[in-house]
């Protein structure tokens, strides 16, 4: 049985917990790596004559940089953007924040960049040896590599 003593500590860390995971995130400056940020159209994106553009909303999700892959390394879903598996090496993972900034610290080299939706890796560039949303990082630079998720936009 738990007595108003063990309630009050066991609230107290419930409270501390989500506190913590109020607070926005504080990224740490790299030197060598990829920095961007990803947002996501949603709907009609047709131009309106009497609406000005504006910039599609930051997208809080998971980020994934994989070695170098290949469209042959991957499974798609149909003929989608969306991809259910990818058969290269995962280097590294994040979650980007609700402005939808994301960054890696990483070595110079070639990698592909997913970012997850609806339960599916997202990526639509491709280069012209059909590698998936690759980009390149050299020694003492960040590349900036912002990611536009639109499969769910009608243009």
Request: with cysteine.
């Amino acid at each position: 049985m738990l007595n108003f003593k063990g309630f009050g500590v066991i609230l107290s860390l419930v409270l501390a917990f989500q506190f913590m995971s109020c607070q926005p995130r504080k990224w740490t400056p790299i030197e060598t790596g990829v920095a961007g940020h990803v947002r996501q159209s949603i709907g009609n994106q047709m131009p309106d004559p009497d609406e000005p553009r504006s910039d599609p909303p930051p997208f809080e999700t998971m980020v994934y940089v994989y070695e170098l892959t290949p469209a042959e390394k991957t499974e798609r879903v149909g003929t989608s953007t969306l991809f259910s598996k990818i058969h290269t090496r995962l280097v590294d993972s994040v979650r980007s924040d609700k402005k939808g900034y994301y960054q890696f610290s990483l070595p110079a080299g070639s990698y592909s960049l997913f970012v997850r939706q609806d339960g599916f890796y997202f990526a639509s560039i491709f280069d012209d040896k059909n590698n998936a949303h690759p980009f390149h990082v050299e020694q003492g630079k960040v590349t900036q590599h912002d990611v536009l998720v639109n499969n769910k936009a009608s243009y």
